[in-house]
């Protein structure tokens, strides 16, 4: 087969130079280098109605969209991929007068720099199946504003619009303007060692912020606003990057072991891992996402969703395991630090210990009054040494893992738990609650003992012991 045009031209449509299809037949192709590096960065599901809009309507719904948005010349690159794909379709259609007509009522509207590529992808039919591979297996990349991209995210999701979702989110991946925003800024705040004397409570103040994490490695600092912006915070340079926007209310962010990956999630199913160098991949699930968390060494991560949990290789952008068996929401989830085992809390009212290889439930955790008062458990968390596990259910309570036995079930006057954090020495659990109070419960001497800690009289968004035995407590409030 002749690839001397593949060589001289890689990149009529924007595609980098070397991204080379090194197969044409549907054999070939799935053979091909270039074919199985092809891995689709988002997933989207249209149910189109028994009037599914012709090629031509949904071309001209995208075109009046771009029209009205004339000041946003980005917006106008979509309509190369959407436009080429079309002819596509209707070529394998073999309908030569719908295409015809397409392509005589859209042409010329083509931005006035894609009209040579566009020109030839018509004329030419080794430029056409050349580039119709690339189109088949690779996303043409968008630079856009923050602002052209929720635009656009706006418009494909209206419900009548599924079909043209799917051709886009298909084809095209929108790369969002990095940009320093100084809007935001971080107050650190070291508190004096509190009246425990092993750890010392340290006081992160994010103004407006909705959830935080920060890295045990680095002095950055990760938040989520109520416009649904993921942002990086560098404490050293007092600078700020929007990393992502999600389409609706971010509900968790997850750092790896190494602060190298931040996971955040959303309450659409949108998740996205995000890693130090700059690289981003998004996904959808099929159903809400509630809480996450990256395992203690390596890139799995997890997350909550409803009635299940899943477990991802971020290294390989694939969900490895399933974990079903909670009637209900997942409320938190957490790694055991040997890696083998996760803990979850459900508003069913139970907490689950699977284990990682098999996916089975090895431990479950009921309410002694079950039957007559369903509880939702919650902030599951286990301990250093691995021996125990602790989660609330309205009372504070640590099991053994080894025997199943409840060694705690502490009322402790809160209601509502931000975080439940074990002592280095995994003789203690810290309580935190969302207001800000502190407590601590003692439970190896074979009493319980219950003990006020401090008072921030915040209203806290995360709070997490580190690598340096420092409880860090992330507070916000509104400007």
């Known amino acids: 087969m002749d690839y001397s045009y593949m060589v001289k031209n890689p990149s009529d449509f924007g595609y980098p130079p070397n991204t080379i299809p090194r197969g044409i037949t549907l054999d070939d ?15 989207s599901i249209a149910n189109p109605s028994p009037n599914a809009l012709t090629e031509s309507k949904k071309y001209k719904k995208l075109l009046d969209f771009v029209n009205v948005h004339k000041d946003k010349p980005n917006l106008q690159q979509l309509l190369v991929p959407v436009f080429c794909t079309s002819v596509m379709a209707l070529k394998e259609k073999g309908n030569v007068d719908e295409l015809n007509a397409f392509v005589e009522d859209f042409k010329d509207q083509i931005p006035n720099s894609r009209q040579p590529a566009v020109n030839r992808f018509l004329k030419d039919e080794k ?61 650190m705040k070291f508190s004096p060692p509190s009246v425990i004397k092993d750890i010392t409570i340290l006081q992160t103040t994010i103004p407006n912020a909705t959830q935080a994490v920060v890295s045990d490695y680095s002095t950055d600092v990760f938040a989520a606003f109520g416009n649904n912006q ?20 971010v509900t968790s ?25 700059g690289s981003e991949n998004g996904y959808l699930t099929m159903s809400s996402i509630w809480c996450s968390c990256f395992a203690p060494q390596g890139g799995i991560f997890g997350i909550g969703s409803d009635q299940c949990a ?10 490895f395991r399933s974990l079903v068996g909670h009637l209900n929401s997942i409320s938190s989830i957490k790694f055991h630090p040997n890696c083998a085992l996760v803990g979850t809390t459900s508003s069913d009212g139970t907490a689950r210990i699977w284990d990682v290889r098999t996916g089975m439930t090895q431990r479950l955790f009921l309410n002694k009054d079950q039957i007559e008062i369903p ?7 286990f301990s250093d040494n691995g021996q125990f596990v602790a989660y609330y ?32 020495d995994s003789n203690s659990v810290f309580i935190v609650e969302t207001n800000g109070e502190i407590q601590v419960l003692t439970f190896n001497s074979g009493d319980l003992v219950l003990k006020d800690v401090m008072n921030l009289s915040a209203n806290v968004i995360d709070a997490k012991r580190n690598t340096m035995n420092e409880l860090n407590v992330l507070v916000s409030y509104d400007l």
């Open 29 to 43: 192709l799935m053979k091909s280098n270039q074919f199985l590096k092809s891995f689709p960065k988002t997933f």
């Open 127 to 187: 430029v056409f199946t050349h580039n119709a591979c690339l189109f088949s297996t690779q996303n043409m990349n968008i630079e856009v504003t923050y602002e052209e991209a929720e635009l656009i995210k706006n418009f494909i999701n209206i419900q009548e619009n599924s079909d043209l979702r799917r051709q886009i989110t298909s084809h095209v991946e929108l790369i969002p303007k990095y940009e320093v925003v100084p809007s935001h800024t971080i107050d």
């Open 230 to 249: 993921v942002m990086r915070f560098n404490g050293k340079e007092r600078s700020s990057q929007i990393l992502r926007n999600h389409s609706s209310s």
């Open 253 to 277: 962010l997850s750092l790896s072991s190494t602060g190298s990956l931040l996971l955040s999630t959303d309450i659409e199913g949108n998740y996205s891992v995000w890693s130090q160098n």
């Open 310 to 319: 899943f477990l991802y290789d971020a290294s390989r952008n694939k969900m």
């Open 375 to 381: 509880r939702r458990f919650t902030n599951i968390a």
């Open 393 to 424: 259910n309205g009372n504070v309570c640590v099991a053994n893992i080894g025997s199943n036995a409840i060694i705690a079930d502490q009322p402790v006057g809160i209601q509502k738990i931000k975080s439940i954090q074990f002592s280095q």
